[in-house]
Every structure is written in C-alpha cells, then in structure tokens.
C-alpha cells in the first residue's frame, strides 16, 4: 500500500550536512509514524527520528538531537531529514519507513513499510 524510496546520501566530510528525503507514495493517512532508522555494518538498525505524515511534533534519538531535524514537505509529499554537523559514527545506511497503526515507537517491528536505504558515508 505504501512505497518509500530514499535519496540524498553521499560522501561527505566530518562537519558537512547533508539532507536526506524520503518519497512516499501510495495509501498513507494522517495518523501514520513516518521514522528515519540507521544501521551501521555489525550493529542493529536503530531508529534516528520519527514524525506524523500530518506533521507537528517528532522524536529524535539522543545521538542525533541538536543535529538531526526530520520534517514533511507536503508539495514534494517526502519526509526529509536535515543532518547538520555530521560525524563520523553517523556513517551508516539510512532508512526511511512508515507504520500504519500505533505501537512503540522505537521498536522496528512497529514499522512495517520500508524503504531501500541510502548510504551516508562521513570522513574525518
């Protein structure tokens, strides 16, 4: 029901920004948590932030508040993720998914569309 695709990854250096969107596409309502996750190679895929498809509030994990903003953009129907002074144990796969009922937020079980993941790479 519900089709995701990730762009924007690349290489960059320590201190760089790069913003990430996620295309959505599809049957998605207002209530659905829309999240970036992450996973680095070795480690579990860990969620980054969270936000409604309607918007207003979000969640961002500890390692990235301050740095990472997550957002819609209602014209280009995408989820974007702002990364500002990124680090190098920021280099990870990023993924874009969605859940379409309520459960933890934190839990990737919660989520079950997901998208193809885009590499970000961040060199010293």
């Known amino acids: 029901q519900v089709q995701l695709v990730e762009s924007g990854g690349g290489l960059v250096q320590a201190g760089d920004s790069l913003r990430l969107s996620c295309a959505a596409s599809?049957?998605?309502?207002?209530?659905?948590?829309m999240a970036w996750f992450r996973q680095a190679p070795g480690k579990e895929r860990d969620i980054v932030a969270a936000?409604?498809?309607?918007?207003?509030?979000?969640y961002s994990a500890d390692s990235v508040k301050g740095r990472f903003s997550i957002s819609r953009d209602n014209a280009k129907n995408t989820v974007d993720l702002q990364m500002n002074s990124l680090k190098p144990e920021d280099t990870a796969v990023y993924y874009c998914?969605?859940?379409?009922?309520?459960?933890?937020?934190?839990?990737?079980?919660?989520?079950?569309?997901w998208g193809q993941g885009t590499q970000v790479t961040v060199s010293s």
């Open positions: 998914a969605a859940a379409s009922r309520d459960g933890l937020l934190l839990q990737r079980s919660t989520y079950n569309y």
């Open positions: 936000i409604r498809w309607s918007g207003g509030s979000t």
């Open positions: 599809g049957r998605i309502f207002s209530n659905y948590i």
